[in-house]
């Protein structure tokens, strides 16, 4: 079994920061991209920003410059620096990870989230 488990969401005032944080446990043989998605209300979950194991990232473009996702692959964890929030980063955000469990056995699993409110 594989669990990922984020923390660090919380409330914050528009342009302040918030590091989010997500550590994947479990029989993990080995885990390919990792990534941070968000879902507002009313809304579709959406990609906020991925990265490879070798470190390759990828952005919304509603984050660039803003966020930056990073990796710790000795600890399984892959975390995102928010800086300048705004309300409209308002969300649940949900860790998830690409992670062979074998040579011959892949899935996606996904974090249970982490709310995160930006006042304005």
């Known amino acids: 079994q594989v669990q990922l488990v984020e923390s660090g969401g919380g409330l914050v005032q528009a342009g302040g920061s918030l590091r989010l944080s997500c550590a994947a446990s479990g029989s993990i043989f080995r885990i390919h991209v990792m990534g941070w998605y968000r879902q507002a209300p009313g809304k579709q979950r959406e990609l906020v920003a991925t990265i490879t194991s070798g470190g390759s990232t990828n952005y919304a473009d509603s984050v660039k410059g803003r966020f930056t996702i990073s990796r710790d692959n000795a600890r399984n964890t892959v975390y995102m620096e928010m800086n300048s929030l705004k309300p409209e980063d308002t969300a649940v955000y949900y860790c998830?990870?690409?992670?062979?469990?074998?040579?011959?056995?892949?899935?996606?699993?996904w974090g249970q989230g982490t709310q995160v409110t930006v006042s304005s």
């Open positions: 998830s990870a690409v992670i062979a469990t074998s040579s011959i056995t892949l899935h996606d699993y």
